[in-house]
């Protein structure tokens, strides 16, 4: 059975580059979204969000007529859920529980449109066991329609897990070039999904169950933290021990067998700061490493925040005939990763937000790639600014192009990236 037509449920940093690349094919696409202003946007064939490429193609799908945008979801033959999976609110010290909720109000707005033969894909980074809940929660608002999980591969409606794995700044290039896992709730499950992304994806689409799927993205994502914390715990030891540990990583890695990750001022982002505890929560005394490195990176803005404070205190002890409201402190960037306007879990923006709310003089903010600060930092009275700007203490907290090739600012230096030795 080919599909004509394809739902995506969140047009976001995942959802949007999806419905676009199967619009981009002559595919019709609908794409959902509860935010108007996301909707309205892509109508207009604009993006809301920052992806280099992105623009032409939304522009020329939405003017084709491939692509639109709805707040309330349409029959379909192919369903992707692409919404996030924050967190519940928990106490400090206590270990987060993934909230599923996103997902299933995607699964309430599907579930009256679904009919006999549509697959239905969680895309969104999920505890195992997730797509067998979207399952249960489909099957009980829909008792009419046979699901895998009773039928097997004579299921009425397939579901499967197909996990995201690209990069923020190259997705468009990723989707169709990467690899694919493939995780569905019966072989038949599987079967259609490769047919669906194969209207796209170039790489391979590697079958698997659904839950190994959820697995192996959590996995990816916490070994890549655990690699991090490494990092991030050496800069510590080596600015205790007064070493350049930029330059430690460096000789390291001469090493054949050696290959250290930069540290950085954390760990942020929809993915490695997040997925690491879906396994944490699931199996608490098993997942010790992963577990340590989450807080390890998670203690990291602490410890750039004492740096500034020691930096105030060194700017006075040579200035005694200033205070601290006449400091002025510039924090460059914003964003989780390099060169992109995305600031989900953003150490650099929890960073600045902390300085912010801690020092009675001025605090700048340098970030090129957004036009106007998040409503938590407005505020704080935090001016932005998207170029360098002359300040008493300047915080390098993400290597975006424009601070590399930029001369570094006079004043006190706190380089979390090492790019201003």
């Known amino acids: 059975m080919s599909f004509e037509t394809i ?65 309330t979801a349409e029959p379909a033959d192919a369903f992707l859920i692409a919404v996030p999976t924050p967190f519940l609110p928990c106490e400090e010290g206590q270990i987060p529980e993934p909230d599923l909720s996103y997902i299933q109000s995607a699964c309430n707005g599907i579930a009256p449109v679904l009919k006999k033969g549509d697959l239905v894909i969680l895309e969104s980074t999920s505890p195992v066991g997730a797509t067998e809940q979207v399952a249960e929660w489909l099957a009980n608002a829909r008792p009419d329609l046979s699901f895998p999980q009773m039928a097997g591969n004579e299921a009425d409606v397939n579901l499967a897990h197909c996990p995201e794995r690209v990069l923020p700044g190259h997705v468009v290039r990723e989707l169709v070039d990467n690899d694919r896992v493939i995780g569905g709730m019966s072989s038949r499950c599987s079967e259609r999904s490769v047919e669906l992304y194969k209207t796209f994806v170039q790489g391979e689409c590697v079958i698997t169950n659904a839950r190994t799927a959820e697995m192996a993205k959590l996995t990816e994502n916490s070994c890549r933290d655990v690699q991090v914390a490494f990092a991030n715990e050496l800069s510590v030891i080596c600015d205790k021990l007064d070493i350049d540990v930029w330059e430690l990583i460096a000789l390291a890695n001469r ?101 912010a709310k801690m020092h009675s003089g001025i605090v700048l903010a340098v970030e090129p790639n957004i036009n106007v600060l998040p409503k938590k930092l407005l505020a704080l009275d935090i001016e932005l600014f998207t170029e360098n700007v002359e300040a008493d203490i300047n ?24 790019i201003w030795k």
């Open 7 to 71: 739902s995506v449920i969140g047009l976001g940093y995942i959802g949007l580059p999806t419905a676009a690349m199967f619009a981009s094919r002559k595919k019709k696409v609908i794409g959902v979204d509860v935010n108007q202003h996301a909707v309205d946007t892509i109508n207009q064939g604009k993006i809301h969000i920052v992806e280099p490429d992105l623009d032409m193609i939304v522009h020329s799908a939405v003017t084709e007529g491939y692509l639109k945008a709805v707040t």
């Open 255 to 355: 090493h054949p067998r050696i290959n250290i990750l930069q540290p950085g001022p954390g760990v942020g982002g929809h993915c490695i700061a997040v997925d690491p505890w879906f396994i944490v929560s699931k199996t608490p005394d098993e997942a010790q490493l992963i577990h340590t490195a989450r807080k390890v990176n998670d203690a990291k803005p602490e410890w750039v925040i004492n740096k500034v404070k020691m930096a105030i205190a060194d700017f006075l002890q040579s200035n005694p005939t200033k205070t601290a409201k006449d400091i002025t402190i510039a924090c460059y960037g914003l964003a989780f990763k390099p060169d992109i306007d995305d600031l989900r879990e953003s150490p650099a923006l929890n960073i600045t937000k902390q300085i």
């Open 395 to 418: 915080v390098l907290l993400v290597d975006h192009k424009e601070f590399k090739t930029a001369l570094t600012p006079a004043g006190i230096i706190i380089d979390t990236k090492g």
